[in-house]
Structure formats: structure tokens, C-alpha cells
């Protein structure tokens, strides 16, 4: 049992949430593209949080045996019940209990800067078959600008965070995050050097901004709701990381307050006044071949 990441890392709202966004039909294309799996008989997902990219490409590649794992156990509980049809193990990406030669498709989103480098592109190496692709998406620097409702602090909200700042960080070290970070040079050179071929780099920007038009009400809403949850997390996670800093009674004001602040925001969406608050996501595709 090891449920490191979802208490004090990201929270499973704030992963199901923010993914099913950012894995959502409307992008299928983009990610289509830059993945162009031609064989995608079987997938392998590395650390695959609460499924949400494993449920997209059971979507956009149809008749897939798709396999995803995660070390957080909570993460597994949870995609589980949401998708039977995928098969979710509790695993090391360091250690993958899998065979050599077992996969079409190796994938990953944002897991790549938490293991060691030989353990990461050496493992998929193994238990693709020859010809098998790895392909890893890279969250780089994105753009975000939030709506004014919501980006206003006051001095206990931020007094808050100054006090648990190195805390979190603190926690953040002990649970592995973000110890093996690469630029956009380094990792198609690491997967060279463990021995892909035909290595190949592209971008994905994923545009959620709740007024745009191009998308429906309803994603508008998951927009705001994802980033309410992820607000929400951060402060259940406090009683876990810092119990001795944040007292339950200021944990219950924090709350009160983010709740006040998105209840507006999401007034002003169904009133129809934009506030063209935006989150863009630009994610870097790895491709290379066994
Ligand atoms: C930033 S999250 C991304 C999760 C998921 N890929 C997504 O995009 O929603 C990083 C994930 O890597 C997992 N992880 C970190 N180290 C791992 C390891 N050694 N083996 C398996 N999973 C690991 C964490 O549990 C977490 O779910």
C-alpha cells in the first residue's frame, strides 16, 4: 500500500479532474497525430495517475489491449472502478513486472522527471518488442492567467502559504517529485542513448479557457471545477504535510474562502460575463522506435 503521491502530492480530484480535461475528445487529433501509433495492438501506460490518459486512448484507439500502471495505490483504486475495461496494476515503474518483448506502445505523461533515467527509458526498452515506439509527453512552461474573483489573496490566505512553503517542499523531495528534470535538448538525447532510434519531437498546446466558444458549457464548468478541486486538494493535503502549521480551524476558513471565491466564478460563467481567465498547457511528444 503506498499512497504517497495522492496525499501529499496531487490529490485523485485534482489528477481525474485536470486530465479528463486535457485528455478530452476535442483534442483526439492533435494527440493522434503526434503519437501516430500505427500498431497499437498493445499499450502499456507508465504511471498512469487516475487513467485518464489510459480511458482516452481506449476511446481513440479502439480494439487496444491497454495496460497501465502507477505505484499509488489510491490512484489504482480509483481507475479501476472508473474503467474495467482497462487492465490497472499497482507497480515500479523502476521494477516493471512485465516480460521482455510484451508491448506495441510504451506511453507516459509528466512521469518521466520522477524516475532515474536508466530505470525510465531502460525498462520500456526492455518490455517493448523490436519495432515497439515509446512515446513520452513532457509538461513544459504553459500560460496561466486567472480570473481576477478568483486570483485576489488576502493576508491570511497568503500568510498560509508562506508558512507551509518549505514544508511542501520538503514533501515533495520525500516522495520523488521532479528529482531527474531534462530541458527539450536532453531528452530525445537520454532516449538516444538507451537505444531508440528515429527519435522524433513535437508540441501539444491544449488551450482551456472556460469563455472560448469553441467549447461547450459543460467543459467550461469541468474547467472550473478542475482548477476548485485543485485549490480544494491543496488544502485537504495540509492536514497530512503539515498538521503542526495549519490548525483544522484555519484549514475550514481556507476552504470556506476558495469555495466563495469559484462559486463566483462559476456565477459569472452561467451569467454569461466573460472573464477570459486562461490555463495553456504546452506538452512536449517524445517519439522513438525499438
Ligand atoms: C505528475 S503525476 C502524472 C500522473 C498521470 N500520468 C497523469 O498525467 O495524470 C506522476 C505519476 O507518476 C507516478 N509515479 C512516480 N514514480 C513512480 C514509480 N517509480 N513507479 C510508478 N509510478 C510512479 C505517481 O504516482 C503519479 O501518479
Known amino acids: 500500500m503506498n499512497t504517497d503521491w495522492s496525499t501529499y502530492v496531487q490529490g485523485v480530484g485534482t489528477l481525474h479532474l485536470s486530465r479528463s480535461l486535457r485528455f478530452a475528445d476535442i483534442f483526439r487529433d492533435k494527440y ?3 503519437f501516430a501509433i500505427k500498431k497499437p495492438g498493445s499499450i502499456l501506460e507508465i504511471g498512469c495517475g487516475t487513467g485518464a490518459l489510459a480511458k482516452a486512448l481506449h476511446r481513440w484507439y479502439p480494439g487496444a489491449a491497454i495496460t497501465a500502471m502507477d505505484r499509488d495505490t489510491a490512484f489504482i483504486e480509483f481507475a479501476r472502478k472508473q474503467a474495467p475495461e482497462i487492465t490497472f496494476q499497482e507497480a515500479d515503474a523502476a521494477r516493471p513486472p512485465y516480460a521482455d518483448h510484451t508491448f506495441d506502445v510504451t506511453i507516459s505523461n509528466t512521469v518521466a522527471e520522477h524516475i532515474p ?3 525510465f527509458f531502460g525498462e520500456q526498452y526492455r518490455v517493448l518488442r523490436p ?8 509538461a513544459r512552461r504553459g500560460i496561466s492567467v486567472p480570473a481576477p474573483c478568483v486570483a485576489k489573496e488576502s493576508d491570511f490566505e497568503k500568510e498560509i502559504w508562506q508558512r507551509v512553503e518549505d514544508r511542501c517542499a520538503e514533501m515533495e523531495k520525500k516522495v520523488g517529485v521532479c528529482q531527474y528534470p531534462m530541458n527539450e535538448r536532453e531528452y530525445p538525447l537520454c532516449m538516444e542513448k538507451y537505444g531508440f532510434r528515429n527519435v522524433s519531437t513535437e508540441y501539444i498546446t491544449i488551450n482551456l479557457t472556460p469563455d472560448d466558444p469553441v467549447y461547450s458549457p459543460d467543459m467550461g464548468r469541468a ?7 485543485t485549490r480544494l486538494d491543496a488544502i485537504n493535503s495540509l492536514k497530512a504535510i503539515a498538521p503542526d502549521l495549519v490548525s483544522h480551524e484555519e484549514r475550514v476558513e481556507m476552504r470556506r474562502l476558495i469555495n466563495q471565491k469559484y462559486n463566483r466564478r462559476m456565477a459569472l460563467y452561467d451569467a454569461g460575463i466573460k472573464q477570459w481567465d486562461t490555463s495553456v498547457s504546452v ?8
Not at 131 to 138: D, F, M
Not at 223 to 229: R, S
Request: hydrophobic share 40%; glycine share 10%; aromatic share 0%.
Open 131 to 138: 519495432g515497439g515506439v515509446c512515446i513520452v509527453l513532457s
Open 32 to 34: 493522434r497525430e503526434a
Open 223 to 229: 474547467m472550473i471545477n478542475a482548477e476548485h478541486q
Open 117 to 119: 533515467p536508466q530505470a
Open 283 to 290: 506538452t512536449m511528444v517524445m517519439r522513438g522506435t525499438k
